[in-house]
């Protein structure tokens, strides 16, 4: 079982990196297809089976999938140790079958578990509960399994961009890190080091609570009208701040997804309208 699962995580490394969208750090979409947008899905295994269900790739070969933050909640073991790595690693063998149309994105939760960095979800410490319960399965080999998930996450783009002038990742820095944010970290290779805080990666995965704006001026500095993440808790699965910003959750009952046709252009409204309920999907 150890060399499988170090197998699928370096065959989703190679697909990470070698994906034919990708430059850098960022995934660049063309005009042809669509591309289904899950939120934060922190171990949801029955909605990371829905997002994948209402994409349907097999069916749909111009389609991409954007997933993000898998880790870190839903089921956990006997004893109460944290099982979203295997849903991770469902996610990785998806990423295998299409490479280049199954995008993974850079989420908090992932350079948390890279920098081994405590970090809080409903009271639990995860990363201790993710690893305790990674150590019960894989025992003596465990670290090389830890490695090999490290640098899966490492190797995840940071967002992707739109030729229809729509942004999607994970967060955005918070307002006191949006000066200081270097734009030039798109246009290389990630480096540890960006993933520390208070560096770049960091607070690009981090933020919260961005103002009008902060928005504004990455919309601007990216080239987009609209920007699509994560990240941010929401109890109603979406928000949005009715002018360039939505927020998609997709990690409890009434989760959300978003789909949007890379031919068309958007308003704010009809990016809203674009947002599909997971409940509603079999």
């Not at 029955?46 to 389609?63: C, G, H, I, T």
């Not at 940071?158 to 918070?174: D, Q, T, V, Y």
């Not at 360039?244 to 959750?249: Q, S, T, W």
Request: glycine content about 6%; hydrophobic content about 40%.
């Amino acid at each position: 079982m150890t060399n499988e699962t170090i197998s699928l995580l370096e065959a989703g490394i190679e697909a990470n990196t070698k994906d034919r969208w990708r430059k850098f750090n960022v995934v660049n979409l063309g005009s042809d297809g669509d591309v289904v947008i899950a939120g934060d899905i922190h171990g949801h295994r029955r909605n990371f089976e829905r997002v994948v269900s209402y994409a349907d790739l097999a069916e749909n070969p111009k389609r991409h999938l954007v997933l993000q933050e898998i880790i870190h909640g839903g089921d956990e073991d006997s004893y109460g140790g944290c099982l979203s790595y295997e849903v991770l690693l469902d996610a990785v063998k998806l990423k295998i079958v299409y490479p280049d149309r199954v995008h993974m994105i850079l989420a908090n939760h992932d350079t948390a578990f890279i920098n081994n960095s405590e970090v809080m979800k409903n009271g639990k410490e995860m990363n201790i509960a993710m690893r305790d319960a990674m150590k019960r399965q894989y025992g003596k080999n465990f670290g090389a399994v830890e490695s090999a998930v490290e640098r899966f996450l490492f190797s995840q783009p940071m967002g992707l961009r739109c030729e229809n002038r729509i942004w999607i990742s994970h967060s955005l820095p918070a307002d006191r890190y949006a000066e200081k944010f270097d734009f030039s970290i798109f246009n290389r290779q990630l480096k540890i080091s960006d993933i520390v805080r208070p560096n770049s990666a960091y607070t690009f995965t981090w933020g919260r609570r961005q103002s009008a704006a902060t928005l504004k001026m990455f919309a601007e500095k990216l080239d987009v009208d609209f920007l699509v993440l994560g990240h941010q808790v929401q109890e109603s699965g979406w928000c949005s701040n009715d002018n360039n910003l939505v927020i998609i959750d997709s990690q409890h009952n009434h989760g959300f997804l978003i789909h949007i046709d890379l031919s068309k252009s958007y308003s704010i409204d009809s990016l809203v309208r674009s947002l599909i309920p997971l409940a509603q999907i079999a």
